[in-house]
């Protein structure tokens, strides 16, 4: 059983054929589960992104009774995208072959199953006897990532990137062998591919790697998705039908690279807290102000508790600034912000334990003058962040460092 999610860019009208045809030529009839995502991306017709815009004309301060009702009305529109890519999809491929019996399902068919919120909703569990039912009578089932269906049997719409999600979910239940995810880009690449137009497809990497790439800003495939794949012992093939190469990924692999991605996440603001010079004030109130930002859904990085020296510090997301200055404010603590920062991160399962990679690093960074702001790491990572203005420079002499040199 294979598992088979195509979305991004390669998913166009134009496109439709060619996916067809690589899917009747690679993969096998009723041994397959195939996960679309709607087509293209913004300005592409039917997009998420365009069938969002159809309601920027509309303000957003309304009564909370209110606003779930125009949830859910906007959950409607926003989930067609996957409907028409479902069954564009699936016609293609009956018009090629026949014997595939491709057969759309959208959440409703399929039993994805999600909390209650309309928008930005989280999958529970997927029922899978009707999945397996259709498999069973010889069908290839076509499914609708992106989409689910509430237990009061609402329409409900994932996080951005759901449809990752959804496949994930679906190879994890259904106990696949590989998911492929397809795409515009072959594999996961040494850097990105808009900074280092010459950026290698790494062949092979460990799930930890692919995770840590994620999480950091690589757009390969959701953060969320891998961490449920990490749970399974499934093969994660990523590729794309205009290229013979892709990524290997999986528990197994032991790569033979040191490092194999450089990623990145821009737009985040630095925040400097000064807490309250008594101890038993100083924890409490920054007990406090940590469970706000948790009770707002609002992930912290780069975490340094000096409580010593009465600091305190994280980075944030740039949408979620105004949120954390709310809460500092509510707490009357004093604070500075730095923004227009970037996050760097150089991803590698065989730099643990090895030693002078962050010698390497700063040698490469101060040859091109950029001083860096602050590091951190984990077993298979190192973490940098720098000007934003530095990141496009920073970038080019990490990649020229480990991967041209190397």
């Known amino acids: 059983m294979k598992v088979v999610k195509i979305g991004g860019s390669v998913f166009k ?20 589960i195939i996960v679309v995502s709607a087509l293209g991306r913004s300005p592409y017709p039917y997009s998420t992104d ?35 890519a479902a069954g564009l999809l699936s016609f293609a491929i009956n018009y090629l072959n026949p014997e595939f019996k491709a057969i759309p399902l959208n959440a409703f068919q399929a039993n994805i199953i999600t909390t209650d919120n309309p928008i930005d909703s989280d999958i529970i569990t997927i029922e899978i006897d009707n999945i397996l039912r259709l498999l069973e009578n010889k069908f290839t089932p076509v499914i609708c990532g992106f989409q689910g269906v509430s237990k009061s049997g609402k329409l409900t719409i994932l996080k951005r990137g759901g449809t990752d999600i959804t496949a994930a979910f679906i190879t994890k239940l259904m106990k696949a062998n590989e998911i492929h995810i397809i795409k ?101 109130v920054l007990d406090k102000v940590l469970k706000e930002i948790f009770e707002n859904s609002i992930s912290l990085d780069f975490i340094n508790l000096d409580v010593f020296n009465n600091l305190a510090s994280f980075i944030v997301n740039n949408n979620q600034v105004e949120k ?16 227009r920062l970037s996050k760097v991160s150089i991803i590698g399962y065989n730099m643990r334990g090895k030693p002078g990679i962050m010698y390497r690093i700063n040698k490469a960074l101060l040859n091109e003058k950029i001083s860096i702001i602050q590091a951190q790491d984990s077993h298979i990572s190192i973490s940098l962040l720098v000007p934003l203005k530095y990141l496009v420079t920073t970038i080019k002499a990490l990649h020229q460092e480990f991967f041209e040199d190397y």
């Open 324 to 339: 954390i200055k709310q809460i500092l404010d509510n707490n009357q603590l004093h604070y500075k912000t730095m923004g």
């Open 184 to 284: 515009d880009v072959d594999g996961l690449k040494s850097a990105p591919p808009n900074i280092i137009p010459h950026c290698i497809t790494i062949e092979k990497c460990n799930i930890d790697e692919l995770a840590e790439a994620t999480m950091n800003g690589n757009p390969v495939v959701n953060p969320e998705a891998i961490n449920i794949l990490q749970e399974t012992n499934t093969k994660i093939i990523i590729k794309s039908i205009f290229s013979e190469k892709f990524t290997l990924s999986s528990k197994e692999i032991v790569p033979t690279q040191l490092v194999s991605n450089i990623s990145n996440k821009d737009n985040i603001t630095k925040f400097v807290i000064y807490l309250p010079s008594q101890m038993k004030n100083k924890t409490l």
């Open 13 to 32: 009208k134009e496109n439709i054929i060619n996916l067809a045809e690589f899917i009747v030529k690679n993969y096998e009839p009723y041994k397959t």
């Open 50 to 84: 365009e069938l969002i815009n159809l309601f920027v004309e509309f303000k957003q301060n309304h009564s909370n009774d209110n606003n779930y009702l125009l949830d859910l009305s906007k959950s409607f529109v926003v989930s067609c995208g996957e409907n028409i």
